[in-house]
């Protein structure tokens, strides 16, 4: 096991172990902690500041099993890969990687043609995916702030891991990117979500029903969220 301290020391303990692990040494932890880092998808333990190695070690193999089951409860990261259907801003297409040709991305019928080497096929998709999520968006919500006479500043796409969109009081919108993967209603719902924000800074029963009227299936793509959006955040 390989135990790495913040501060950027490390020490190697029993060689029959293999574990990696990051360490925070506080001064305000009463006690060790253990916890898991699902996007790096490592355990982390907290050490109060008096805390020596050789506890810290013993405090960790109590826990390994803790530790080992956790992480193999963590879903593993998706890459876009060669004949995979996917569904960007509501219309579905074949992932076509031509490796030969010298496009980038481009749209081909129901196909989406990815040129260039296959280790470079997720990360061209992933820059296709926010350009275009980026124009539809914005277009998306300016025409639903028409309705309610508001403007949209400006749209913005985000890699957030924990939240779907966000509007400031400057009529800035932003969206995770990944929300382009999502069915067609679940897109208007967002939007529509955000939107109602440059009229409602709020979440109060004006705002919900300002939703509503702009997107009517709006409970219904709420819901495709709360179900299937855990889904989409494994593309990373």
Known sequence: MRITLLTGKTFDIQKALSMDI???????????????DAKERLPILTLPSRCSGKRAVAFVEEHRLWIEENLAKI????????GEIISVMGKEYSINHCPQKRCGVMIEGHELIVSGAKEFLHRRLCDFIKKKAQEELLQKSQKLAKKINCHVNHVSIKDTKSRWGSCSSLDNINYN????????????????????????????????????????????????????????????
């Open 22 to 36: 990051k360490i925070i040494k506080s001064a305000k932890a009463k006690r060790l902690t253990l916890r898991i």
């Open 75 to 82: 879903p593993v990261a998706k890459r876009f890969e060669n």
């Open 177 to 236: 990117w990944r929300i382009a993967l999502a069915p067609n209603f679940v897109i208007d719902y967002l939007v529509a979500h955000e939107v109602s924000h440059l009229l409602h800074q709020d979440h109060s029963r004006e705002f919900w029903q300002c939703v509503k009227n702009l997107c009517p299936t709006a409970a219904k793509g709420r819901l495709w969220l709360k179900n299937h959006g855990k889904e989409l955040y494994l593309y990373e």
